[in-house]
């Protein structure tokens, strides 16, 4: 079949305004994510921008029959290039169906159409008065369905939990068309298996997901962020162990920064840093409450009873919106380095228990000095829910990628921890699946595969090593 037959029939399926012909430009758009450089000419057939579900079933329905590999797109802000066709395919990208369908105050539910960006549910949840609280750097760009599909996490999983734990019910089309309609607004749903958990995290890999409904909470009253700098990894647990019996549900993020993450991030950029350089450890502190002026003395008590006790040895506490965004911004650096400081970087996102991160990011420091002493490194994280990046600068150095990644996966495994915590497998981390999961769960993740997606059709490259295993 010739791909202007494909383009044709897609046409005439669901209009000629749904369906584009691979130009360069829009090849150059959708053949990359944040992260991989792919290649425009791996053969895109036809970009498909759907206005509703039925179309979004009509194209795989045709994609399956005729075995044409289908490449889902979201707002191409992925991290592991889950999103980057590898070879000939039809593109299904939701950036059209952006449309928000309702707010349920009560039931505390927002239900959008996959492509909304969640920077867009963020401000529809606060014009309704009421929270979304997922957020990361790439809030403007990223969208619902490609966070639902990552399972992404960010800033207040300490709080409020993954994307995962955000979604109460998911519409999605399988590899041959079927509408699996599982949008529900409810919480408690033990009626046999929870399909909806089936999509999330499944980077598109099992499906297209079109409609998401997802919990929404009470619009915080007041926000106080602040930075302290403490002498270790110790202190780094003493003061969270304080947070947390300090603040109880208040606390929201606890974000660590190592110091050459934080020269980085503040006078590596030009930027005034809010602490000075030179302290052992920093950690940004936000509580979300609903007593503004309660909640500032609390939080102040707090850090000053820290810096009495000798855990924090210096802070800085904002005083307004902006002084908090200005705090935010040196942990948001990572969005800026691309803009020559730290790039070509080579970024893991693992996890281990939150008491092993300090000892886990010394092992990894040491063994990277040690094999490779001309490589820079910096250490960061959402150290309260485990989570450690660790990104490499790569610039200038003949080093094989495969020999770093293989040295930190292998310590990380040692740990029983995760070489995904919230970014995925994509295309990038194929090879180390098995650091993480063990040959009977990836069994079990293929015969899943398999009985939804039996022709491999959804997203192949991505995952596993290749498409479902033979039958
Ligand atoms: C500056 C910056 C900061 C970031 N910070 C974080 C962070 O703190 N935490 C975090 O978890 N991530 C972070 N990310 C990564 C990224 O934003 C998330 O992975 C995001 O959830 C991807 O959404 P997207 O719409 O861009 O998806 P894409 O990149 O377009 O796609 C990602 C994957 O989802 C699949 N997909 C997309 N939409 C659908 C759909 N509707 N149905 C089925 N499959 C689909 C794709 O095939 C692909 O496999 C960051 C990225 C940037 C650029």
């Given at each position: 079949m010739t791909d202007g037959q494909v383009l044709e029939d897609l046409a005439a399926l669901v209009g000629a305004d749904v369906v584009l012909a691979p130009d360069p430009a829009l090849l150059e758009k959708h053949t990359s994510d944040y992260c991989v450089q792919g290649?425009?000419?791996?053969?895109?057939?036809a970009l498909v921008f759907p206005r509703n579900t039925g179309q979004v079933s009509k194209v795989l329905r045709y994609c399956n029959d005729h075995g044409i590999a289908v490449q889902p797109q979201g707002?191409?802000?992925?991290?592991?290039?889950?999103?980057?066709?590898?070879?000939?395919c039809v593109i299904i990208s939701l950036?059209?169906?952006?449309?928000?369908?309702e707010i349920d105050t009560a039931a505390g539910t927002i239900t959008v159409e996959a492509g909304v960006a969640m920077e867009a549910v963020q401000k529809a949840a606060d014009a309704a008065?009421?929270?979304?609280?997922?957020?990361?750097?790439g809030r403007g760009s990223c969208q619902i369905g490609g966070n639902v599909s990552t399972n992404a996490g960010g800033n207040r999983v300490l709080r409020y939990g993954m994307a995962r734990d955000l979604v109460l019910g998911v519409e999605a089309v399988l590899a041959?068309?079927?509408?699996?309609?599982?949008?529900?607004?409810?919480?408690?749903?033990?009626?046999?298996?929870?399909?909806r958990q089936l999509f999330i995290g499944a980077e598109g890999t099992l499906g297209i997901v079109t409609q998401i409904v997802l919990r929404l909470f009470p619009k915080p009253r007041s926000s106080c962020t602040g930075i302290c700098a403490v002498q270790d990894y110790a202190g780094v647990l003493e003061l969270l162990r304080r947070a947390r019996s300090g603040f109880g549900a208040l606390l929201s993020a606890y974000e660590v920064m190592w110091p050459d993450f934080y020269q980085m991030g503040t006078a590596g950029l030009g930027r005034k840093p809010p602490l000075e350089l030179g302290h052992g450890v920093y950690v940004l502190i936000e509580t979300l409450g609903t007593d503004p002026e309660g909640d500032q003395a609390r939080y102040e008590s707090v850090i000053a009873e820290a810096i009495e006790a000798g855990v924090v040895q210096d802070a800085i506490i904002a005083q307004s919106q902006r002084e908090a965004t200005e705090l935010w911004a040196v942990r948001d650096s990572p969005g800026e380095w691309?803009?020559?400081?730290?790039?070509?970087q080579l970024g893991f996102d693992v996890s281990v228990p939150t008491g092993e991160i300090g000892p886990l990011a010394e092992e990894i420091g040491a063994e990277l000095r040690r094999r490779w002493p001309q490589l820079v490194s910096v250490f960061f994280g959402h150290v309260a829910d485990g989570n450690l990046h660790v990104s490499v600068r790569m610039s200038g150095h003949d080093i094989p990628e495969l020999d770093i990644e293989n040295a930190v996966y292998g310590i990380v495994a040692q740990r029983r921890?995760?070489?995904?915590?919230?970014?995925?497998?994509?295309?990038?981390?194929i090879p180390f699946l098995h650091f993480s999961r063990s040959e009977a769960e990836i069994a079990l993740m293929r015969a899943i595969k398999n009985a939804m997606d039996p022709k491999g059709i959804m997203n192949p490259g991505k995952l596993f090593t290749s498409g479902p295993a033979p039958h």
């Open positions: 290649k425009p000419d791996v053969g895109v057939m707002g191409l802000t992925g991290l592991a290039g889950g999103a980057v066709p590898v070879g000939p950036e059209r169906m952006r449309s928000i369908k008065e009421l929270f979304f609280p997922l957020d990361l750097g041959d068309g079927t509408v699996i309609d599982a949008l529900r607004k409810v919480i408690k749903n033990n009626s046999g298996y929870d399909l691309s803009k020559g400081i730290h790039w070509p921890g995760s070489i995904s915590a919230e970014h995925g497998i994509g295309s990038l981390k």
